[in-house]
């Protein structure tokens, strides 16, 4: 179900990826994923994100698993460019 990458952090009691092979997560996935998190009781959740457009069911989703106690780090900017990104924080 999930895709090929992901990260390994100790102590964890999930550990998913949802970025393609190219490095892209789209923002269904990462729906769902939050959701599945969510579901699962998952208390903190590191993300690295960056992006040049706003979703309101992306924010929808965080808001309800904030709200459902989850806590999300947060990076950006993962591109070299000058180009202005939006930020997760903006969620």
């Known amino acids: 179900m ?6 390994i952090i100790w102590l964890s ?21 939050i959701e599945y998190m969510k579901e ?10 960056g992006g040049y457009s706003y979703d309101d069911n992306v ?6 698993a904030y709200d459902a106690g989850m806590v999300f780090i947060a990076a950006s900017g993962n591109e070299d460019t ?6 997760c924080c903006i969620y």
């Open 2 to 7: 999930w895709p090929r990458a992901a990260t």
């Open 13 to 33: 009691s999930i550990v998913a990826g949802v970025q393609d092979d190219d490095g892209q997560i789209n923002d269904v996935d990462l729906i769902r994923a």
């Open 40 to 49: 699962k009781g998952v208390k903190v959740v590191n993300m690295s994100l």
């Open 59 to 64: 924010h929808k989703a965080l808001r309800a």
């Open 82 to 87: 000058n180009k202005r990104q939006l930020t």
